[in-house]
C-alpha cells in the first residue's frame, strides 16, 4: 500500500475539507500532494482546494521558523541529530548559497514556489533558519512562495484532469 493510500484511508472519516489542510501541513506531502488529492479524489471547488491547502501549508511555518533554532541547538546534543542537522543544513548552503545571498528573501519565495520535491514550506523553512533571514521576512516569502505553488499545481493538475477528461 502507498503512502498516499495510507494517509487517505487514515483521514477517510475525516471531512474532506480537514483532510486537505491535515495533508497540505504534511512534510511529506504539502500543497503539492494536497491539491491533486482534493482536486482529483475529493471532487473538491477548485478555489476551496486551493485555500484549504494553503492554510495546511502554512499552519506548520510559524512553529517551524519559531523554534527550529532552539529545538536544534536542544538536539544537537545528540549524535544522531548532529549529524541530520550537519547533513540539512550543508546540504541546503551547498546547494543554494549563491542564491541566499545574491537575492535574500526573493531567493527564498522562488525556492518554495517551485513545485519540486524538496522545495517547499518545510525545507522553506530550514532554509530560512540556515540563511538567518528575520522571521517577518520568512514568513511573508514562504507565504508568498506557497501562494505561487499552490496556483501553479492547481493548474497543473486541473490541466492533466481536464486532458484526462479527452481521452
Request: charged share 10%.
Given at each position: 500500500?502507498?503512502?498516499?493510500?495510507v494517509?487517505?484511508?487514515?483521514?477517510?472519516?475525516?471531512?474532506?475539507?480537514?483532510?486537505?489542510?491535515?495533508?497540505g501541513?504534511?512534510?511529506?506531502f504539502?500543497?503539492r500532494?494536497?491539491i491533486?488529492?482534493?482536486?482529483?479524489?475529493?471532487?473538491?471547488?477548485?478555489?476551496a482546494?486551493?485555500?484549504?491547502?494553503?492554510?495546511?501549508?502554512?499552519?506548520?511555518?510559524?512553529?517551524?521558523?519559531?523554534?527550529?533554532?532552539?529545538?536544534?541547538?536542544?538536539?544537537?546534543?545528540?549524535?544522531?541529530?548532529?549529524s541530520?542537522?550537519?547533513?540539512?543544513?550543508?546540504?541546503?548552503?551547498?546547494?543554494?548559497?549563491?542564491?541566499?545571498?545574491?537575492?535574500?528573501?526573493?531567493?527564498?519565495?522562488i525556492?518554495?514556489?517551485?513545485?519540486?520535491?524538496?522545495?517547499?514550506?518545510?525545507?522553506?523553512?530550514?532554509a530560512?533558519?540556515?540563511?538567518?533571514?528575520?522571521?517577518r521576512h520568512?514568513?511573508?516569502?514562504?507565504?508568498a512562495?506557497?501562494?505561487?505553488?499552490?496556483?501553479?499545481?492547481?493548474?497543473?493538475t486541473?490541466?492533466?484532469?481536464?486532458?484526462?477528461?479527452?481521452?
Amino acid at each position: 500500500m502507498s503512502l498516499e493510500a495510507v494517509v487517505l484511508e487514515l483521514l477517510s472519516s475525516v471531512p474532506h475539507w480537514l483532510a486537505t489542510v491535515i495533508i497540505g501541513a504534511l512534510p511529506i506531502f504539502e500543497l503539492r500532494g494536497a491539491i491533486p488529492i482534493a482536486l482529483g479524489i475529493y471532487d473538491m471547488n477548485p478555489i476551496a482546494a486551493y485555500l484549504f491547502a494553503v492554510l495546511g501549508n502554512m499552519i506548520p511555518v510559524v512553529p517551524l521558523l519559531l523554534y527550529l533554532d532552539p529545538v536544534s541547538k536542544y538536539l544537537r546534543r545528540y549524535a544522531i541529530f548532529d549529524s541530520f542537522f550537519s547533513w540539512l543544513f550543508g546540504r541546503t548552503q551547498r546547494n543554494h548559497s549563491a542564491r541566499f545571498e545574491k537575492y535574500g528573501t526573493l531567493a527564498l519565495t522562488i525556492f518554495v514556489a517551485i513545485p519540486l520535491p524538496v522545495t517547499g514550506a518545510w525545507t522553506g523553512c530550514a532554509a530560512a533558519f540556515v540563511f538567518g533571514i528575520k522571521f517577518r521576512h520568512a514568513i511573508i516569502a514562504i507565504l508568498a512562495g506557497v501562494l505561487i505553488a499552490g496556483l501553479i499545481v492547481s493548474v497543473v493538475t486541473l490541466t492533466g484532469i481536464g486532458l484526462l477528461d479527452l481521452i
